[in-house]
């Protein structure tokens, strides 16, 4: 059912891997549509992991789930790459508030958040009213509810971004992110 939504989300996902790519594009790289559908309609498709479709829409310059598991904890590989969802309020960086300093991927080490702004939201997670210039790719969820955002640098998944809330924040935007996906550099500007 519904292998549509699931092809749409895996030709976006792979659309933004493509066109944030360093690398040139090569013929392995490009990814038709057709080959998305025949993937998303497949049983080993699950759109709750990326699995099948890190596994099955490789891109030059991207890790494999082997190369992946070899870097990340369980817990960031099941939320980084995986999209899953740590539990409310299970990060220390949650109630952490620094002055100066930068919150980077766990996965790859990318610099994401600028610490000022990071702010208390109540939600339970990590809460930033903008990523820095380029870092974090917004990405609509399938069922057009929310949005996703993604590290522009790997790819991996950090959570979802709210617009509109009011939060008194310059942007009126809060980036919730999974915790488990950030690392704080305090001494970087």
């Not at 944030?20 to 057709?34: E, G, L, W, Y």
């Not at 979802?160 to 550099?185: I, Q």
């Amino acid at each position: 059912r519904h292998w549509w939504l699931r092809a749409r989300k895996a030709l976006a996902f792979s659309l933004i891997a493509l066109s944030t790519s360093t690398h040139a594009f090569s013929p392995a790289s490009v990814v038709s549509v057709a080959s998305v559908a025949s993937v998303a309609r497949s049983s080993a498709f699950r759109p709750a992991t990326s699995a099948a479709l890190h596994s099955t829409v490789r891109m030059s310059g991207m890790k494999s789930d082997e190369e992946w598991n070899s870097i990340l904890t369980p817990e960031q590989f099941r939320v980084l790459r995986g999209k899953g969802t740590e539990f409310p309020g299970s990060s220390p960086l949650n109630k952490m508030y620094p002055k100066e300093g930068v919150f980077n991927c766990a996965g790859c080490g990318a610099g994401l958040y600028a610490a000022p702004s990071k702010f208390d939201s109540g939600c339970g997670w990590p809460a930033f009213y903008e990523g820095l210039p380029g870092a974090v790719t917004e990405v609509p969820d399938a069922d057009g509810m929310r949005t996703e955002i993604v590290c522009t640098n790997c790819g991996g998944h950090l959570g979802h971004v709210f617009k509109g809330e009011g939060f008194p924040t310059p942007t009126n935007e809060r980036h919730c992110v999974n915790g488990v996906c950030l690392t704080l550099k305090e001494d970087a500007k």
